[in-house]
Every structure is written in C-alpha cells, then in structure tokens.
C-alpha cells in the first residue's frame, strides 16, 4: 500500500480551504495551517471553516493546527494560500522548518508591491529553493464552487514537467480537472492581472455601462496581460488558456468574484475606504494593480487599463473622469 502525500496548506481563508477539500478528496492527508489557534480549534471540532466557507463539510482527510512546524513537517507539498503582499515576511519564519524535498506551491494571485517580483520569484528569493520545488495552481478557481464540488479546470505549472505531474496527481478529483504546464511566468500573470481587469470590469458594471463595455474591457485587459507576458518571456499561448482566458472570464462575470464586486462597489459611488469596510476578504486586484502597473513601466509595457484602475483606487480618480480619459486615448490598429 503506497503511502498518502502529505501537504501543508499554509492559511486558512476561502481558496486554501477549498483546495484543501480537494487535495483530500484526492487521497491526500492535509495538513491545514491557521493563524490563530481558536481558527483550528473549530475546523478541528467542527469540521468547518465557519469565518470563510460556512455551511462546507470538510472531509476527514484534513485536520487543522497552528503550529507552523506540525504543518509543514515531512510535507511532500507545502500550498502558501495567504495574501500575496504577506508571503514574504511568513515565508521567511516558514522557510527553517520546510522538509528538504517539499515542493511549494502558489495559489496567490499577485504581484509584490516595490519589487515587481511575481509570488514565484518572492518564494525563490526568501526560501532559497530551486525553480524545481516551486509550483503554481492557477485557473478559474472560484473557491466557494468548487467547495461545493462543482465541476472546475485549472491548471498547475511548473519549470520541471515532472513535478507538475506529481501535482497534477495530488489534487486530481472527478470534479477538479487540472492540466499541466511548464510556462510559470504566463501563468502566474495571467492569474495577477486579471484581478486587475475585474476590478475595471466590475467598476463598469456599477456603473451601470453595459455588456459591450464588459466584453471590451475583458478583450482588451486579456491583450494587455498577453503584452506583460511576452515583454517577461512568456509563451503567448498561455493566455488563451485556462490561466489566461479562463480565469478572466470567471473573474469578470461572477458575483463570487472579491475583485469584480470590489469594483462593482467602487463603480456604485462608494470611496476606497467604505468599499474595504465591507469586502471582508482581501481583494488583490486592489494592491497589485499598482505593482502589475510598476512592473509594466519596468519593462516598457503600455496597459491602460491598468492605468485607469490605478487611477481610480489609488488616485481617487472619479470612475467617469477614468473612463473618459480611457476612451479618449489616440485610435490603434487592434494587434498592437
């Protein structure tokens, strides 16, 4: 009888709980890391995260702790589910403890504020391992659907094919469909940007501007993040693909979506401040469209519409001033 990969899920909000649930559904044992220990007492005696994913059953094969050094163990893969802008300073506690043949793996979806680094880099950079034992789990992964094991595809990445097999196999379930890839840098930007898309698009809808408004902005904000991707190195073929396409298009449509709704209540008339009163959830759309923006003007990359959202959530920009500028720019050929 083989023996059952270990993970550690390092937090525990709504998208490491719901992958937690999948890892297990899998035949994993999961290991899921809180914070604060009243957090894993109640997963543990009650076999639910009632702060993010009430009502959701988890199965027996995921227990909870908040000692850190428990988690990570003898971990065959360690999932960093935390806020992008946070990984740095946790990892760099984490990174002593972690098992010299774990495998870390990225379900963030970020860019970090003054280094421009993507969350792989950040993990190389602080936990000095190879590109090797650095994974990336991207794709429409609304948390709350698949929790409720809704049928999803997403897509896990990694330099080294046969680590991202491995992956692939660890969180395999009849409803969660993943495929692999070996082009980590398009696919960790298509999963950044396009929560600085739906934000835009979410700013259009509560502004009430109509489904042509909602398709441009999705086209456009998909051939801006083509344009990052390339500039970095990435292959152009990634953005039509799940970690691309597929996750722009669930972020931009659904009411799931923390960025989209965020927008939405910033298009309704709302200020920043009253908008994060309410969003209960981080939001990185709101953090990384200036460092999605930073890293673009690095490497000489026009995004417009990443400009507007900067301009809107950073700059307290009216949204109708915004748009106005955006749709004045100078007219272009599509493909360029």
């Not at 270990?6 to 649930?21: C, E, H, K, L, Q």
């Not at 899921?32 to 997963?43: G, H, K, P, T, Y």
């Not at 094919?161 to 009849?174: F, K, N």
């Not at 008339?269 to 930073?294: F, H, N």
Request: hydrophobic share 45%; with cysteine.
């Amino acid at each position: 009888m083989s023996t059952p990969v270990r993970v550690a899920v390092m937090g525990t909000g709504s998208w490491g709980t719901a992958f937690a649930v999948v890892l297990a559904d899998a035949g994993c044992e999961v290991t899921l890391w809180a914070r604060r220990a009243e957090v894993a007492d109640a997963v543990n005696s009650t076999r639910t995260n009632p702060g993010y994913l009430p009502g959701v059953e988890l199965p027996p094969g995921v227990r909870a702790t908040s000692d850190a050094a428990e988690a990570l163990g003898d971990a065959d893969f360690v999932v960093l589910a935390i806020p992008s802008q946070t990984l740095r300073d946790n990892l760099a506690d984490w990174a002593p403890l972690l098992a010299p043949h774990s495998v870390l793996v990225s379900l963030m979806k970020g860019v970090e504020l003054g280094s421009a680094m993507r969350m792989s880099e950040v993990i190389e950079d602080v936990a000095k391992v190879g590109p090797e034992r650095i994974a990336v789990v991207t794709g429409p992964n609304l948390a709350r659907e698949i929790a409720a094991r809704m049928p999803a595809a997403a897509v896990v990445a990694c330099t080294d094919e046969e680590v991202a097999r491995r992956l692939q196999a660890a969180c395999h379930t009849p409803y969660f469909r993943p495929y692999t890839n070996t082009d980590v840098i398009g696919c960790e930007l298509g999963g950044a940007v396009k929560n600085v898309i739906g934000l835009a698009v979410g700013i259009a809808d509560g502004m009430g501007l109509g489904d042509n408004a909602k398709g441009s902005l999705i086209t456009r904000g998909l051939a801006e993040t083509t344009r990052l991707g390339m500039a970095l190195g990435a292959d152009p073929l990634t953005f039509s693909g799940l970690a691309g396409l597929g996750d722009l298009v669930a972020t931009c449509s659904s009411p799931l979506s923390r960025n989209h709704t965020f927008g939405t209540n910033l298009g309704k008339g709302m200020t920043l401040e009253e908008t994060i009163a309410v969003t209960k959830q981080t939001a990185e759309g709101v953090k990384s469209s200036e460092s999605v923006l930073d890293l673009a003007r690095r490497h000489g990359v026009d995004m417009p519409i990443t400009e507007t959202v900067v301009g809107i959530v950073h700059d307290a920009k009216p949204p109708v001033v915004a748009l106005k500028e955006l749709m004045s720019r100078s007219a272009k050929p599509e493909r360029r």
